[in-house]
Nanobody
Framework: QVQLVESGGGLVQTGGSLRLSCAASGSIFSIPAMGWYRQAPGKQRELVATVLLYGDTNYADSVKGRFTISRDNTKNTVGLQMSSLEPEDTAVYYC????????????????WGQGTQVTVSS
């Protein structure tokens, strides 16, 4: 099993910045992919950004140029630096990791954090 602990989030004014962090612990051999998703009220959960084991990143068009995802493979952490925040960024943000539990098994298990609220006031 894997545990995810998220931190960061909160209330910020339009144009402000926030940083989210997520730390994974437990039975981990490697984490091929780490990412952040968000869900606004009444909407489906959507991808914000992902980062692969060797650093390849992918961003939703709506956050390109404003958000930066990063990871520390030595600590099994992933961060999301959010800048130029807009009211449309208001949502619960979820950390997601895809984990290999041992070197003999290439199966990847999917884990979610508990979510952290980000609110951007206009």
């Amino acid at each position: 099993q894997v545990q995810l602990v998220e931190s960061g989030g909160g209330l910020v004014q339009t144009g402000g910045s926030l940083r989210l962090s997520c730390a994974a612990s437990g039975s981990i051999f490697s984490i091929p992919a780490m990412g952040w998703y968000r869900q606004a009220p009444g909407k489906q959960r959507e991808l914000v950004a992902t980062v692969l084991l060797y650093g390849d990143t992918n961003y939703a068009d709506s956050v390109k140029g404003r958000f930066t995802i990063s990871r520390d493979n030595t600590k099994n952490t992933v961060g999301l630096q959010m800048s130029s925040l807009e009211p449309e960024d208001t949502a619960v943000y979820y950390c997601n990791v895809k984990v290999r539990h041992n070197e003999w098994d290439f199966t990847v298990q999917n884990y979610w954090g508990q979510g952290t609220q980000v609110t951007v006031s206009s």
